[in-house]
């Protein structure tokens, strides 16, 4: 359970090992993996994600009431959330996917939220969040992969979702590696925590590349339409 720090750092070493790394009095880790740039971070990140999400629920709930539902994002073959909707991997653990990003960016908003306030967590909670934004990047990854290259098809409100994933796994993850909660060797974890922006960067351009080439012929307009 999270933990207020006690502002002059007097907290007794039991409190002090529950918590875990202080992020806010370690010089050696990279500034945005402190408490109150990561906790940023996290809640303007899990608010656009969390808006998006939101946006998509209210948007299939349209389409469940009248399958005609033209959707805001439905701007043509190639760009329309309606069309992604009628799809199996819309819905790949029986219930439409949106409700888990509903859930799970109201957690990481929760816990950007709290790190504000000055609250630190034990080294179990970090590894919890830690495998929670794995899977959630993983399946995010997933779901690109099949807008891309099976469904065909873009939908901008789950390509902000994808977006604001990105930089939440990556700053999360090298919080926990260069605060010893994932163990890794001083030097990976420095070349980690240096180049925190410059992988988030590379993520983003591997995303706009790939969607480019999937989608070339409609780039270069000869696709037919």
Known sequence: MPSISPATGTGSPAAELMAGPDPVTSAAVPPMTRNRPLGWLMVITSLIGWLAS????????????????TTVCDVNPWISCGQVMQTWQSSVFGFPNMFIGIVAFAVTLAVGTALLSGATFARWYWLGLQAGVTLGFAFVVWLWSQALYSIHILCPFCMIVWAAMIPLFVWVTIRNVTHGVIPVPAGAARLLGDSGWIITALLYVAVIATIFFAFIQVFAGTSGF
């Open 54 to 69: 939101g946006t998509l629920v209210l948007e299939k709930l349209e389409v469940l009431k009248d399958p005609n539902h």
